[in-house]
């Protein structure tokens, strides 16, 4: 439960909290927004039980693209096309790998979150917009960590701006640098994960040609070896291993 919101917190910071919403007094029935002299806003608890409802629309959209899911679900999915497995594992097991993988990478930014953002406001230490600002600090800096200086430079210019610093980058210019290095990224891994399992397939190729087979498919001959090459180095393993070092833990 902890974890789940946190990744909710984080993620309503592209909705509310990185810019003044509602910038005028709103008066409805059950509903009360209020702007303080010092620009602040304090919103009635049935108005931000209403925006938490609504956010949870953007869960899904929120773990993808501010997580390292997607990094991990393309790596494992570029896998079994070099094992040659077309269903195997099946997509939801990839998924559900990816997703706690997901949790488990993610936890020491959950744990901030929560530990500065959620449980005071819970407490009432701070206001929901303090709230959703102390959740924008780790994530931001996770996902600048994890961002090449050079697509946020493509989309700062996209944009039509210039940043000093990276702490200057908004979330709309973040957002998308980030998931084009995920996909850099994995692509890269998918790439180094594939050569071997090739390099199989045209040994095997060749060997059937050689003996003149042709009417054998190669994909049939080679599987087993691919698996077996797999299982005795533990692949599992070294892949788990390899997708959570690359995101600075553990390594």
């Given at each position: ?16 909290g ?9 008066t ?21 039980v209403?925006?938490l409802m ?5 869960l ?52 901030e ?14 206001t929901?917009p ?11 800096k996770?996902m ?30 973040l957002i ?10 994995a ?9 071997p ?22 994909m049939?001959?080679?599987l ?9 180095v ?13 995101f600075?833990?553990?390594?």
């Open positions: 439960m902890k974890i789940f919101l946190g990744v909710l917190l984080a993620g309503l910071v592209l909705i509310w990185s810019e003044p919403a509602l910038a005028r007094d709103l409805l029935n059950a509903v009360t927004v209020t702007t303080a002299a010092d620009g602040s806003q304090e919103y009635s608890l049935t108005l931000q209403l925006l609504t956010a949870l629309s953007f899904p959209a929120i773990l993808i693209m501010m997580t390292s899911f997607t990094r991990i679900v393309v790596v494992l999915a570029i896998l079994r096309q070099a094992l040659g497995l077309q269903t195997t594992p099946s997509n939801q097991i990839i998924v559900g790998i990816a997703l706690f993988l997901s949790f488990f990478i993610m936890s020491p930014v959950l744990d979150i929560n530990d500065k953002a959620l449980q005071p406001y819970m407490n009432e230490e701070i929901a303090q709230a959703f600002e102390n959740a924008k600090i780790p994530m931001k996770f600048l960590s994890q961002t090449r200086p050079h697509d946020i430079g493509v989309f700062a210019e996209f944009a039509g701006e210039v940043y000093e610093t990276k702490d200057q980058v908004p979330m709309k210019v998308p640098a980030f998931m084009v290095s995920e996909l850099k990224t692509f890269q891994m998918g790439f180094m994960l594939f050569l399992f090739l390099v199989i397939d045209l040994v095997v190729a060749s060997i059937l040609m050689a003996m003149g087979m042709m009417m054998l498919s190669p049939i001959v080679s087993p070896f691919k698996i077996m090459l797999f299982v005795l533990d692949g599992w393993s070294l892949i788990m291993g390899s997708l959570v070092t690359s600075g833990l553990g390594g």
